[in-house]
């Protein structure tokens, strides 16, 4: 019997190639995964909705990136402070 085709959810079947399912995975595991609260330190930020963040430990709620809760942008205007 032959192998069932990898899909990657409903959203990536045929379209794309194998580059645009690489970023794809690539992005989603990085929304996915937890990140570090910049207020308490602990690591379970995840994401709320596209930009918004939340530390289930602390409930602190931050605007950032929409895939990533601190982004380059974000840190280099927080220098200029």
């Known amino acids: 019997m032959p192998k069932k ?3 990657f959810g409903r959203r990536l079947r045929t379209r794309g190639g194998m580059s645009v ?8 595991q ?16 995840k994401r709320d ?15 950032g990136g929409a895939y990533q809760p601190i982004t380059k942008t974000g840190q280099a ?3 200029v402070r």
């Open 5 to 7: 085709k990898k899909t």
């Open 21 to 28: 399912r690489k970023q794809w995975t690539r992005i989603t």
């Open 30 to 45: 990085s929304v996915r995964r937890h990140h570090r609260c910049p207020r308490c330190s602990s690591i379970s930020v």
């Open 49 to 63: 909705s596209v930009g918004i963040w939340e530390c289930g430990k602390c409930g602190y709620r931050f605007a």
């Open 77 to 79: 205007s927080m220098r």
